[in-house]
């Protein structure tokens, strides 16, 4: 059974970071691309961040441009979401999403495995 998990959320100050993990079973993600989203109370879910399988190519959602660093560890099974210099506007539940294709979109509906989600919650 294909499952992703995500952890690493939590609540931090304004300027603070945070890393969320997605980590994958029942498949291996080298053959993946990720995706990262996020959906807010009263929102739409939104794409932040996307991998390809290989993990030499990242796309990000403008607003998190220079903020936040994909990554990907096939050994590990693994894929990150690291989150700095973090806003109160960031604050969303943060999913993660897997594709057994090599280019990657911040696309919710090109994604076809989800984990259930972390809440990241910024405030003072």
């Known amino acids: 059974q294909l499952q992703l998990v995500e ?3 939590g609540l931090v100050q304004p300027g603070g970071s945070l890393r969320l993990s997605c980590a994958a079973s029942g498949f291996t ?3 993946y691309a990720i995706g990262w989203f996020r959906q807010a109370p009263g929102k739409e879910r939104e794409g932040v961040s996307c991998i390809t399988s290989s993990g030499r190519r990242t796309n990000y959602v403008d607003s ?7 990554s990907k560890d ?5 894929g990150y979401l690291q989150l700095n210099s ?6 969303a539940v943060y999913y993660c999403a897997a594709v057994r294709r090599p ?3 911040i696309v919710a509906s090109d994604y076809d495995n989800w984990g259930q989600g972390t809440q990241v919650t910024i405030s003072s």
Request: proline letters at 4%; one cysteine or more.
């Open 7 to 9: 952890s690493g959320g």
């Open 29 to 31: 993600l080298d053959s």
């Open 64 to 70: 998190v441009k220079g903020r936040f660093a994909i």
């Open 74 to 78: 096939n050994a590990k099974n693994t």
């Open 86 to 91: 973090l806003k109160p506007e960031d604050t």
């Open 103 to 105: 280019w990657c979109s």
